[in-house]
């Protein structure tokens, strides 16, 4: 895992030409017909072919386009069918200017399928005690509210607590009409759009009590 400090240096010498790069793209390049599905932060592994890939990393990653999440998403209003991101909006510093952006630029009846951490099932598993179902990442900790602060910090890097209730909030001053909650891996109400490549990437070694707190929602015809 690449140092907080590390990061923000990244940020502050790159941050400029990411907003430039967003900007060009977003008015010269960026496709505005057609079925366009966008997937945010493929990180090193899980790029998807047929999406256009959006990510900060462009060194040891694979994206289609460089540029900050953290910023406006670089796309005209209303062109985008799909969007997908799977453990990446903990990592935002504010989860409703990300949600408003994917409101703007959905098509009317465009969905969004969005995971991470589940702060629900995290906080069931610490009242019950079940140190087991933390997993012990990025650090070893021997105790069981030292495995929350883990599962729910990850050292700093994740920025907020996600709860069902808490992404339903957000989505709705969005303009989402609704959420839906997914198992990850096996579940989606969007089947045209979140096909099996997509799911692969996905991961949950307790089912019954994911992990990953899995969203989907639609923008309003």
Request: with cysteine.
């Amino acid at each position: 895992m690449l140092k907080r400090d590390y990061k923000r240096l990244f940020y502050t010498l790159c941050g400029p030409l990411l907003r430039a790069n967003g900007f060009i793209y977003r008015h010269l390049r960026a496709p505005r017909v057609g079925n366009i599905k966008v997937h945010l932060g493929p990180g090193k592994r899980n790029y998807l072919q047929g999406w256009i890939n959006l990510d900060a990393n462009m060194f040891t990653g694979k994206c289609d386009v460089w540029t900050n999440l953290h910023d406006p998403l670089p796309f005209p209003d209303s062109t985008v069918s799909a969007i997908y991101s799977h453990h990446v909006i903990e990592h935002l510093e504010d989860p409703f200017h990300h949600f408003r952006e994917i409101h703007r630029v959905l098509k009317p009846g465009g969905i969004f399928r969005i995971g991470g951490p589940n702060g629900d099932v995290a906080c069931q598993k610490f009242v019950e005690g079940k140190h087991d179902w933390f997993p012990d990442y990025p650090d070893n900790r021997a105790s069981i509210g030292g495995r929350l602060e883990n599962f729910i910090f990850c050292r700093g890097e994740h920025l907020t607590i996600l709860t069902y209730s808490f992404l339903e909030e957000v989505a709705l001053k969005a303009g989402f009409p609704a959420i839906k909650k997914c198992r990850p891996v096996t579940e989606t109400h969007h089947g045209e759009y979140i096909d099996q490549a997509v799911l692969a990437l996905e991961w949950e070694s307790t089912p019954e009590y994911p992990h990953t707190l899995m969203v989907e929602g639609q923008k309003p015809l």
